[in-house]
């Protein structure tokens, strides 16, 4: 379904080089999870794969389902089906929850062909799947994460992610600033979206998360390369000996 | 020729151009007198102007109106959905054929014209009163020159709480035409009302209204001034507030070559509430220019200014607020934002924040910002499928919303909402 292939990618604002090659290819049904030290690259390649400005492709390709990714803005990149759950979800003053969802929603299933959902209907999937990320009427109504906390905003992300119904959904550190609580109910709302035309890419530092969303595939990212792919026991090296050891044997 | 000498020669062309209407009562002419003299002494507005020097008075002083083509457009006129009074006026001239009857409960309406040819009249305290005692902190010469010239407009007296808003409609069908409006507005202790203003009314508009509210009374005015591109305007509200009283003020502008709007509010009672707000849509040949002066002359009052800019293709908004907080006017709170949101690198915001406090005991925020579309916010929002386009607009939707919010009335904030959604629709990149 994804598909990298020697993907180097440096800063528009300055010579520096962050992706050094990437290799990786996630199957339809999987889930795969990144794991690496701070500034290995990981959350620049889910930028980059998301379409952020501020980044330069010197070499490589991206595709979803064979279409190419780095050429097109980052709403045609969505309407193909690729979703990021952000590290730090941005809080924008004054745009409405429900009224950010619905556009979205819309726009895509417009760039696809397909009829916009009307007011009634969007209402009750929101309020049906928002249950189980217990995000109440209120948050909705709020505008977009303002006043949430960084669980509200995690679980925001992850409410986003169930009413587009996006077919490669990139999690960039979405356990980071949780609890175990919100971590369980973060876990168990990816867990129901698990379907077998859905894949997953995980970006961690910590093996807990992968206790709950089971990984196919473990990558351990270092210097802008994967440098190391196994299985679910990839990552339990990684919280048992840190890094150190992995990063040693590439080496 | 050294510019005062000019100011005056100016004035005094002028007042000979635009003399005072005969027949009236001798208090109204006595006020139509002192406000030629007023203008005369203070002289035309000039660049060189402390309070002109971001905006040039020039076109509001030339001695033909402009040709400003109208605006055809399909739309229902603002707030023409919501129950009201409605008082049209075309070019400036009210069209009482096309008006309602000047008959509503809680309120005595009738033509300025008709009030200042009546020898006793309430306008008497109000007429040119409340203008010129603001000319003490700073000179307004083209509301003196208003109060001297206008005879359109209307003396409004408030005795109870009026349940529907007076709407005064401002249809336009001459090209180039000066309108010179005034109205008067006395609401008694305890008395209501709502005041809506809709459209550009001539090509050149003058427009002065005085209100004078008494102890526990409230007035909401809510405005649009029309999307007429060429058009010019010099408006002016002088509010006195009593104790207890609220005075509310939106005023929504989109389009328009050069528009100043002056908000010159006293409190002259304690705990009294103001609030003035005001958002403006600019694309391209565009000066809109918000001058607020707000007086506190009684303690425990609040007093609040909300003013967005939206400006692209060169557009200019500029932004004067001054707080003026007298030593007896403790405990005051008072707040100010004043933004700029510029969508390109050729639009500019000019704001000057002022602040004189002589009460030690005041609570006074304010805030100007100016800066760019959030380019977070944007990316956030086209990850999620709304294209680049639609996602400036809801962000720009939701940068004058703060000033929008400040409508009290649900139904015609959310008539300005929908104006504002149409033209950002209309103006996309």
């Known amino acids: 379904m994804l598909k990298i292939e020697n993907l180097h990618v440096q800063l528009e604002e300055e010579d520096k080089t962050i992706l050094k090659g990437v290799d990786l290819e996630v199957k339809r049904g999987q889930v795969h999870a990144i794991m690496g030290p701070n500034g290995s690259g990981k959350s620049t390649l889910s930028y980059v794969l998301a379409g952020r400005e501020g980044y330069e492709v010197t070499q490589g390709t991206a595709t979803l389902d064979g279409a190419d990714l780095l050429g097109i803005e980052p709403e045609e990149r969505a309407a193909l089906g690729l979703f990021l759950a952000f590290q730090y979800p941005v809080e924008i003053p004054g745009v409405g929850n429900m009224t950010f969802l619905r556009t979205a929603l819309n726009a895509q299933r417009k760039a696809r062909g397909e009829e916009e959902i009307n007011a009634a209907d969007f209402l009750r999937v929101v309020r049906e799947k928002a249950k189980s990320l217990d995000i109440d009427a209120e948050m909705l109504k709020r505008p977009i994460n303002v006043g949430f906390s960084g669980g509200e905003k995690k679980r925001n992300e992850i409410l986003q992610m169930a009413v587009l119904e996006p077919k490669m959904c990139i999690l960039d550190e979405t356990d980071s600033g949780l609890d175990v609580d919100a971590m369980k109910l973060v876990a168990d709302g990816v867990n129901a979206l698990r379907a077998k035309d859905r894949a997953f890419l995980v970006i961690t530092h910590y093996q807990r998360l992968l206790d709950h969303i089971r990984p196919d595939v473990v990558h351990i990212m270092a210097d802008g390369r994967i440098v190391q792919t196994g299985g679910p026991e990839l990552a339990l090296e990684v919280e048992r000996n840190g890094y150190a050891d992995i990063l040693k044997a590439v080496a | 020729m050294a510019v005062p000498a000019q100011k005056f020669d100016l004035a005094a062309e002028i007042l000979t151009a635009l003399p005072a209407p005969a027949g009236e009562a001798g208090w109204a002419s006595a006020a139509r007198g002192a406000a030629a003299k007023r203008f005369a002494a203070m002289g035309a507005p000039h660049r ?136 008067v507005i006395r609401l008694e202790a305890g008395a209501d009302l709502t005041v809506i203003e809709a459209g550009p009314a001539a090509s050149r508009l003058s427009s002065v209204m005085e209100i004078d509210i008494a102890d526990g009374a409230g007035f909401h005015h809510v405005r649009t001034q029309g999307r007429d591109h060429e058009r010019l305007a010099y408006t002016a509200m002088f509010s006195r ?146 294209p680049r386009g639609e996602a400036t607009d809801l962000l720009v939707l939701a940068f004058v919303d703060e000033a929008v919010a400040e409508i009290e009335d649900e139904e015609l904030a959310a008539d300005v909402r929908d104006q504002l959604a149409g033209w950002v629709a209309r103006h996309r990149t």
């Open chain 2, 48 to 183: 060189r102007d402390e309070y002109w020097k971001y905006t040039d008075p020039a076109r509001l002083l030339a001695s033909q109106a402009p040709v400003a083509a109208r605006i055809s457009t399909d739309e229902t006129p603002t707030f023409a959905e919501s129950e009201q009074l409605r008082l049209v006026f075309v070019d400036g001239v009210f069209d009482p054929e096309r008006s309602d009857a000047l008959a509503l409960e809680g309120c005595e309406i009738q033509p300025l014209a008709e009030a200042l040819r009546t020898d006793i009249h309430w306008a008497r305290d109000i007429f040119g009163v409340l203008e010129a005692r603001s000319q003490d902190a700073v000179h307004r010469p083209l509301a003196a020159l208003n109060t001297a010239h206008a005879t359109e407009g209307f003396a409004i007296r408030v005795t109870g709480r009026v349940k529907k808003p007076v709407s005064f409609i401002y249809e336009r069908r001459s090209d180039a035409a000066d309108a010179f409006l005034h109205h």
């Open chain 2, 241 to 386: 507030l009593g104790e207890k009283s609220t005075f509310k003020s939106f005023t929504l502008t989109a389009n328009g070559r050069l528009t100043r709007n002056e908000q010159i509010v006293e409190f002259a009672g304690a705990e009294a509430v103001a609030h003035v707000a005001g958002a403006c849509l600019g694309d391209g040949d565009f000066h809109h220019d918000d001058t607020v002066f707000i007086t506190h002359g009684a303690p425990d009052c609040e007093s609040r200014q909300v003013y967005k800019k939206v400006l692209r293709n060169g557009a200019v908004g500029v932004f004067q607020g001054k707080i003026l907080v007298h030593s007896i006017a403790q405990r005051t709170d008072g707040y100010q934002i004043s933004q700029g949101l510029l969508l390109d690198e050729d639009s500019q915001f000019l704001t000057k924040p002022e602040l004189e406090i002589y009460a030690d005991d005041v609570k006074c925020s304010h805030g100007a910002t100016c800066g760019a579309v959030d380019e977070e916010a944007l990316f956030y929002l086209t990850s999620r499928g709304v």
